[in-house]
C-alpha cells in the first residue's frame, strides 16, 4: 500500500542546532516533492519543491535533499531558533495537475 | 486579494443540515483545491479544480460532497445531510501550475 511516512514524534532541540526532519515514502513515484509549515490553527505555508531530478534545494537557512532510490526526502533547518517551531508536512506531487498527498507532519520545538 | 480567503471562517451546524462553504483563491492561479484536516491529523485530499472543470474528485467521501468552481475564481464545497463524523477543518488552496500551494487559514465545520 502507498504510505508517506513522517515522524509522529516531536523533535525538541536547541537554538542555534540543526534540526533535521525525515520523509519516507513506499509506492509512490513522485515527480516532485514539497514542504509546508503549519502553525496550529492556521492553514499550511509552502517552502520548497523540489524535483525528482534534483537531489537538493537551498533556501536561506532551509535545504531539502531528495533521493528517489532511498525514497526519502530530509528536510533541515540550519541555525535554528524558536519562531521556527511549527508542524511540517511533507507532500508527494501524485497526480496530474500539482495533487499533492501529504504525510501527517513532524512538529519540531526549538527551545532556548 | 492578497492571499486564499475563506467564508466563514466557523461553521456551527446541526445534523441533517446542509452548509455551503466558500473559497476566494488568489486572482490568476488556474488550480484549487479542497483539503479536510481533522483535530490532530494530515490533510485528506478532496478535490481539484483546474480552470472550472474538477480532472480529480477521488478524495470526495461520499456522493453528500459537491464542489464548482465558476469564472476560474470562487469555489463552493456543499456538504449535504451533515454528519457529526464531517466535523474538521476544510482547507482550500490555490497555485500556479507545479508550484507550491497557497492555503487559507479553512472554515472549522463543527456538527452537532
Redesign the interface.
Known sequence: SQKIEQNSEALNIQEGKTATLTCNYTNYSPAYLQWYRQDPGRGPVFLLLIRENEKEKRKERLKVTFDTTLKQSLFHITASQPADSATYLCALGTGGGNKLTFGTGTQLKVEL | GAG?SQSPSNKVTEKGKDVELRCDPISGHT?L?W?RQRLG???E?LI?F?GNSA??KSGLPSDRFSAERTGESVSTLTIQRTQQEDSAVY?C?S?P??????????TRLTVL
Do not use: M
Open positions: 486564499v488550480a483545491y483539503y491529523q494530515g490533510l485530499f481539484y483546474q480532472p480529480d482547507l488552496a497555485s501550475p507545479y508550484k507550491g500551494q497557497f492555503f487559507g487559514p479553512g
